[in-house]
């Protein structure tokens, strides 16, 4: 588990997308003095941050999570979600 943002990490999934830093800024909403002090892990991800960064690089939000050493909670797929309303419902109408 990466206790620290792992740059090496996050610059190998970009260059394996064709994608630089400034473009993973721009498609997260960050501007790119945000991205490098992140890079320099002197500023954490938010959950949309994690989100989007996952959805650019083309892996979970876990991944991102893991390699960001980010305490932010992991977002949910919109089933992760569904599920979680349906129990608690469930659960509320007691059955």
Same mark, same amino acid.
């Given at each position: 588990?990466? $206790? @620290? @943002?792992? #740059?090496?990490?996050?610059?190998?999934?970009?260059?394996?997308?064709?994608? =630089?830093?400034?473009?993973?800024?721009?498609?997260?909403?960050?501007?790119?003095?945000?991205?490098?002090?992140?890079?320099?892990?002197?500023?954490? $991800?938010?959950?949309?941050?994690?989100?989007? @960064?996952?959805?650019?690089?083309?892996? =979970?939000?876990?991944?991102?999570?893991?390699?960001?050493?980010?305490? =932010? #909670?992991? #977002?949910? =797929?919109?089933?992760?979600?569904?599920?979680?309303?349906?129990?608690?419902?469930?659960?509320?109408?007691?059955?």
């Amino acid at each position: 588990m990466a $206790l @620290f @943002f792992d #740059p090496q990490w996050f610059d190998a999934r970009l260059a394996e997308r064709g994608l =630089t830093r400034a473009m993973l800024a721009a498609a997260s909403g960050m501007r790119e003095a945000d991205l490098a002090l992140v890079y320099k892990d002197q500023r954490e $991800l938010s959950v949309a941050e994690v989100a989007a @960064f996952a959805q650019a690089l083309g892996v =979970t939000p876990a991944e991102v999570a893991l390699n960001a050493g980010v305490s =932010t #909670p992991v #977002p949910e =797929t919109v089933d992760e979600k569904i599920a979680a309303l349906e129990a608690e419902l469930a659960r509320l109408k007691g059955g």
